[in-house]
């Protein structure tokens, strides 16, 4: 399934963008908020588009092909927003966030994102990144796993899950999600809708990209960015997210450098869920510079 953008009508009306206007897409991945907003800044407006996944980069640039040079492509971390924006333009009317990975990545990147395919375990957006989801799972002490199953997701049952890994590994290195899945259901016991796996697959993504520490360096950088009265709007997905994201704006509030738009996040509607399951945990948070 395609990628659908989430809380698109609500991002477009926070961001108030005018034609003309240059912004940045920190996350473009398949380029359908990015879409909606060079129409909103057409004819002439810039979009510096970044993605940590090169695939992401190409799937970009065959849906925004009809906007031609107006958008310049970046295949980097936002967490290098510096000097990306140093290199490549000045400051911006606008920063978008849309953290996370997409659907398309999900679905049919093959780097074992999702547990209910049996994918290798790499679960890197960008190829180069240094360590995989493979990595983490065989390198690990027991005491490494259960510290980032509690930090990265708050895994029930982690010291169980870290055990029974170790005690598989022993005899052959884990190599699939599939592998992996094998281990925890022989583990845990589901209850409720939730299968065990999903938290362990959100910590090892977590770590092996180290996202929390790429949003905190991007998160440093925003208000440097933007020129005064643009904004900044932030889409999470988890509550680490987007607790990062309150206490970054209300700390920058205090100090006279943004004001918080929304002061609770804006959530999907019920009809937006029924269109698209994924987007039920979107938070939107938006700050405009002072
Ligand atoms: C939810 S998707 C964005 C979807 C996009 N808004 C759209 O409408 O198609 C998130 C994207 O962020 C990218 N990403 C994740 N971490 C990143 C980082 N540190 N720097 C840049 N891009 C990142 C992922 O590769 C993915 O393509």
Same mark, same amino acid.
């Given at each position: 399934?395609?990628?659908?953008? !989430?809380?698109?009508? +609500?991002? *477009? ?13 920190? %996350? ?12 909103? %800044? ?11 996944? &090169? ?21 980097? &971390? ?17 920063? *978008? ?34 360590? %995989?989801?493979?990595? !983490?799972?065989? +390198?690990?002490?027991?005491?490494? $796993? ?8 708050? !895994? ?15 005899? +052959? ?12 259901? #022989? ?19 977590? +770590? !092996? ?34 607790? *990062? ?15 918080? $738009?929304?002061?609770?996040?804006? %959530? ?10 994924? &987007? ?8 405009? #510079?002072?």
């Amino acid at each position: 399934m395609a990628h659908i953008p !989430v809380l698109i009508k +609500e991002v *477009l009306e926070y961001l108030d963008l005018k034609p003309n206007q240059n912004f940045i897409d920190a %996350t473009v991945g398949d380029g359908g908020h990015a879409a909606a907003i060079l129409e909103k %800044t057409s004819p002439n407006g810039k979009l510096l588009a970044i993605d940590r996944d &090169s695939d992401s980069i190409v799937r970009a640039k065959s849906k925004l092909m009809e906007f031609g040079n107006r958008v310049l492509y970046i295949n980097d &971390s936002f967490g290098n927003l510096a000097s990306i924006v140093k290199e490549n333009n000045g400051l911006a009317n606008g920063i *978008l966030f849309d953290f996370g990975m997409s659907s398309s990545q999900l679905e049919n990147s093959g780097r074992g994102f999702t547990f209910s395919k049996d994918e290798i375990l790499d679960m890197r957006y960008d190829v180069k990144t240094p360590i %995989t989801a493979e990595d !983490v799972v065989n +390198e690990y002490s027991e005491k490494e $796993l259960v510290e980032i199953f509690k930090k990265w997701a708050d !895994v029930p049952n982690a010291i169980k899950i870290a055990r029974a890994i170790i005690q598989d590994r022993r005899k +052959e290195r884990i190599k699939t999600t599939g592998e992996l899945v094998k281990i925890i259901d #022989k583990t845990i016991k589901r209850r409720g809708r939730l299968h065990p796996a999903t938290l362990v697959f959100q910590a090892l993504r977590i +770590e !092996v990209n180290q996202e929390l520490a790429e949003i905190e360096k991007a998160l440093k950088i925003i208000p440097e960015i933007l020129k005064q009265g643009s904004r900044s709007a932030l889409i999470s997905f988890h509550s680490l997210e987007d607790r *990062l994201i309150k206490n970054w704006s209300k700390n920058l509030e205090k100090q006279g450098i943004i004001k918080i $738009l929304n002061k609770k996040p804006i %959530t999907t509607s019920l009809e937006e869920i029924r269109i698209n399951p994924r &987007s039920r945990s979107a938070k939107l948070r938006v700050v405009e #510079k002072t």
